[in-house]
T-cell receptor, first 114, second 112 residues
């Protein structure tokens, strides 16, 4: 069973609304990834962190998302103004370090934008 | 990021052995081959990974071609619980951020 905890499992938002998802990485894992999975099972890398620092993010994330991994608090990913195309499964994953090792995923937060 | 190619779906019967192929013709020398599987309403579950040598664990056997341009995940004595989408992924280092590149995966259907 996954030890990466994501909340909420489901959220429904209207276009233009904010949508916020949270992730508690596996205990002791300083590296956190966010991926977006569409209805065709395709994954898109969004952003990753090591401790509280952003390592990489794509343009879309930088422009439209707000993400953070504060110490002693859950990581979060927030869409500032939801669009229909943002409807997807948002997956959080964590691992021990950034030199490799296995990435473990949470169960995801499914966003539906109506 | 290097890409992988997998069949969209495969079908088998309980108790059989399944060979799931993956093509990665443009793989780089430092890229690992990872396999995850995913069932509906859940995130991907790690299955196995390898670099050059074949590997085995309690879940599967991973056979890697000598030129590393393809690999095959072998599941023995499959059960209904093995029905899932199997993703073949390459893990590379890109400026230290080391992200995974997912394809669409193979939908494995298991018949009773």
């Amino acid at each position: 069973n996954s030890k990466v905890i994501q909340t909420p499992r489901y959220l429904v938002k209207g276009q233009g609304q904010k949508a916020k998802m949270r992730c508690i990485p596996e205990k002791g894992h300083p590296v956190v990834f966010w991926y977006q999975q569409n209805k065709n099972n395709e994954f898109k890398f969004l952003i990753n962190f090591q401790n509280q620092e952003v390592l990489q993010q794509i343009d879309m994330t930088e422009k439209r998302f707000s993400a953070e991994c504060p110490s002693n608090s859950p990581c979060s990913l927030e869409i500032q103004s939801s669009e229909a195309g943002d409807s997807a499964l948002y997956l959080c994953a964590s691992r021990w370090d950034n030199s490799g090792n296995t990435l473990y995923f949470g169960e995801g937060s499914r966003l539906i934008v109506v | 990021d290097a890409k992988t190619t997998q069949p969209d779906s495969m079908e088998s019967t309980e108790g059989e052995t399944v060979h799931l192929p993956c093509s990665h013709a443009t793989i780089s020398g430092n890229e690992y081959i990872y396999w995850y599987r995913q069932v509906p309403l859940q995130g991907p579950e790690y299955v196995t990974h390898g670099l050059q040598q074949n590997t085995t664990n309690s879940m599967a056997f991973l056979a890697i071609a000598s030129d590393r341009k393809s690999s095959t995940l072998i599941l023995t004595h499959v059960s209904l619980r093995d029905a899932a989408v199997y993703h073949c992924i390459l893990r590379g280092n890109t400026g230290g951020a080391d992200r995974l590149t997912f394809g669409k995966g193979t939908q494995l259907i298991i018949q009773p």
